[in-house]
């Protein structure tokens, strides 16, 4: 069974941190990238962050550049999003997501094909 598990979630005030992981189960090296998405009510499904499971190469929205940083720890089968400079617009629903395509957008949802249930991130003003 694949399973992707999110915790870290939570209320932070603007300019505060959060760090949300992503624990990851089942046939992890069959995994080429791991995404973060996250929705916002009454949004679209928004592109966050993505990583290449087994190397470096990362992918930020604009929205989040020099704010976010996705890794992973290969060894504990996890990814992170270390979240730094909160404001009241990155409050969403945060989802982790993994995809077995190579050469893909990788900002793009529907190139995932396994999805967590999400973690809630509240920023307040």
């Known amino acids: 069974q694949v399973q992707l598990v999110e915790s870290g979630g939570g209320l932070v005030q603007a300019g505060g941190s959060l760090k949300l992981s992503c624990a990851v189960s089942?046939?992890?090296?069959?995994?080429?990238?791991m995404g973060w998405f996250r929705q916002a009510p009454g949004k679209e499904r928004e592109f966050v962050a993505a990583?290449?499971?087994?190397?470096?190469?990362?992918v930020y929205a604009d929205s989040v550049k020099g704010r976010f940083t996705i890794s992973t720890n290969n060894a504990e089968n996890t990814v992170y999003l270390q979240m730094n400079s909160l404001k009241p617009e990155d409050t969403a629903v945060y989802y982790c997501?993994?995809?077995?395509?190579?050469?893909?957008?990788?900002?793009?949802?529907?190139?995932?094909?396994?999805w967590g249930q999400g973690t809630q991130v509240t920023v307040s003003s």
């Open positions: 997501a993994a995809s077995r395509l190579i050469d893909a957008d990788y900002s793009d949802y529907q190139t995932y094909g396994y």
């Open positions: 990583i290449r499971w087994r190397g470096i190469s990362t």
């Open positions: 089942g046939r992890t090296f069959s995994y080429y990238y």
